[in-house]
């Protein structure tokens, strides 16, 4: 059972342009959705989280919406970069056990 | 440095035989996790420990694997027997299991390649 979905799996972007990664999840006791960087041969990174209370949250060129009701999440990566180029992982986590629960990945490539 | 370290950064086995990982956590960090990742996937989850306590094992985890965290600091994970199905990325990660819930610090991994 994947309990959660990402899509696409890669894009491609020009640099200046904006990146839009999302993803869906199934189960309601998840409060915690953070979203990860992994670049080849390194591990993931925390990137950005968000709680389902907050509808949207801002660090730099990157953003989170989040719709609780629609059980959905997305990421948006502003004024892409080459050196954003890496694989981006959504995840969620329920508070009690911290175990992350991740999607499948987003490969994406900026195109200087 | 004092990330999550991970050693042997890269095995290549045969069938059959056994193999062994270690990670160091960071050090003020008393939960640490297991995760297996194959090419083109995102990470699952395989285990976790708070201090020394092993508390929750994934279904993906067969017999063949067993993980220890003797005294609440570095983890070994083991593959016996290992099969061509095993070739993956294993990643550790740690966290400090209050405060900020699923921040999780990952390593490099241990890149196990069967023959």
């Known amino acids: 059972q994947q309990q959660v979905k990402q899509s696409p799996q890669s894009l491609i972007v020009q640099k200046g342009g904006i990146s839009i990664i999302n993803c869906a999840y199934e189960?309601?006791?998840?409060?915690?959705f953070p979203w990860y960087q992994q670049f080849p041969g390194k591990g993931p990174a925390l990137l950005i989280a968000i709680r389902p209370d907050v509808s949207e949250k801002k660090e730099g060129r990157f953003t989170i919406s989040f719709n609780k009701s629609a059980k959905q999440f997305s990421l948006h990566i502003m004024d892409s970069q080459p050196g954003d180029s890496a694989t981006y992982f959504c995840a969620a986590s329920k508070a009690a056990g911290n175990k992350l629960t991740f999607g499948g990945g987003t490969r994406v490539l900026v195109k200087p | 440095d004092t990330g999550v370290s991970q050693n042997p950064r890269h095995k290549i086995t045969k069938r059959g035989q056994n193999v062994t990982f270690r990670c160091d956590p960071i050090?003020?960090?008393?939960?640490l996790y297991w995760y297996r990742q194959t090419l083109g996937q995102g990470p699952e989850f395989l285990t976790y420990?708070?201090?020394?306590?092993?508390?929750?094992k994934s279904r993906l985890l067969s017999d063949r694997f067993s993980a220890e965290r003797p005294k609440g600091s570095f983890s070994t994970l083991e593959i016996q027997r290992t099969e061509q199905g095993d070739s993956a990325m294993y990643l550790c990660a740690s966290s400090l299991g209050t405060g900020r819930p699923g921040e999780l610090f990952f390593g490099e991994g241990s890149r196990l390649t069967v023959l």
């Open positions: 420990f708070q201090n020394e306590a092993q508390l929750e």
């Open positions: 189960n309601t006791a998840f409060d915690y």
């Open positions: 050090s003020e960090h008393n939960r």
